[in-house]
């Protein structure tokens, strides 16, 4: 027996509808993967859910369906699980948040709903504290917060965009900023400057800042305090 592949990849408004292995499952379990069913999140964080039977709207917050298996019998019914399958595949979005495209990749991630900034997939998002390196410069530096606004609105310090810099010119404008600071500059006195960066232009440095001269990793709140 052969499964539709899923394709997340791309979400039109209206999906072709997609099953899951058995995987062992049985009664309702079963039928919530192996029953073709399409899940449409709804801009009110429920989910259409399109059967050959039928379209049902779960509401994962309230635990409620539409279905008679639900309204009648208050089962936790075939469609419930199916959202909760594909929230758990990441095929949807949770409750709360919404599907977008990354600024970097132009692959697909969730946000929250009210969120209207340019948004990052999991891999070219850089949480603070995080070690990355400079493209330009092949400094390390750590990441001290996200500015969650575009290249082309953010200024630094001299009035002028992160964007028009030319050493940022192979960067997108609609990329979020984030500021970091030198990593070098974490060991002496005086004041820590933070700089402002297109996402891409950071990188992520894979394992952990130890070896070589640098101060160990910190959070990226305060340097340390002595050398
Ligand atoms: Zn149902
Ligand atoms: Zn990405």
Redesign the pocket.
């Known amino acids: 027996m052969t499964h539709p592949a899923h394709t997340p990849a791309s979400l039109p408004a209206t999906r072709s509808k997609t099953t899951f292995p058995a995987a062992g499952a049985s009664g309702r379990a079963r039928r919530a993967r192996v029953e073709p069913m399409a899940v449409r999140p709804l801009r009110d964080g429920r989910y259409a859910v399109e059967t050959e039977g039928g379209t049902y709207v779960v509401d994962l917050d309230a635990n409620t369906c539409t279905c008679p298996d639900h309204q009648l019998r208050g089962a936790r019914c075939k469609h419930r699980r199916r959202v909760a399958l594909e929230v758990t595949a990441e095929l949807v979005p949770p409750p709360g948040k919404r599907t977008a495209v990354?600024a970097?990749?132009g692959?697909r991630?969730f946000v929250p709903t009210a969120f209207d900034g340019p948004a990052?997939?999991r891999?070219?998002d850089h949480r603070p504290g995080t070690l990355v390196r400079d493209r330009e410069t092949g400094d390390r530096l750590i990441v001290v917060a996200a500015t969650g606004e575009r290249a082309d609105r953010v200024e630094t310090a001299t009035g002028r965009l992160v964007a028009d810099y030319p050493t940022n010119a192979d960067y997108g404008a609609h990329e979020p900023v984030f500021r970091a600071v030198y990593l070098d500059s974490l060991g002496r006195d005086g004041d820590v400057n933070r700089y402002a960066f297109p996402a891409s232009r950071l990188r992520r440095v894979e394992g952990r800042a130890n070896g070589d001269a640098g101060p160990p990793r910190t959070d990226g709140t305060a340097p340390p305090t002595t050398v």
């Open positions: 990354c970097v990749c692959g991630t990052l997939c891999r070219h």
